[in-house]
């Protein structure tokens, strides 16, 4: 099942599409994000969760422009087991060719250390040989 999210200016900024042969959900990332598009494509998440019931996601951010570490608090609350409907307990995360949404994610990955395993990757390849190790 495929999903495609718009922001209100009506440009795709993220891809969902779940994977029933490796049940992970992939996750493709587009432009520039901001706190209302990653509370609106986290909902996007939890709704697949609901029907498909994953725990493994391959985090695309190889298309990202620009930084969303704004948007750490707020994930940091929503990801960690106590607070969200989802048992996320891998990530492959494809770091993007930024500068800023790489540290974005190192800071992301540092606050859910001990609650999500978070593995970062240049290449989608291994990203996906790792995660289907888990």
Known sequence: MKREIKNQAGNTFLMLEYDPENRWLYLNWIGYQNLDNIKQGLRE????????????????????????????????????????????????????????????????QARLLHKIEIKLFEDINRAQDWLKTK
């Open 45 to 108: 998440v939890w709704t697949m969760f609901r029907r498909f019931r994953f725990s493994k996601v391959l985090n695309d951010n190889r298309e990202l422009i620009g930084p969303w570490d704004k948007a750490n608090d707020w994930l940091q609350h929503e990801l960690g087991p106590e607070t969200t409907p989802v048992r996320i307990k891998h990530v492959a995360h494809v770091i993007s060719p930024g500068i800023f949404g790489q540290l974005s994610v190192q800071d992301l």
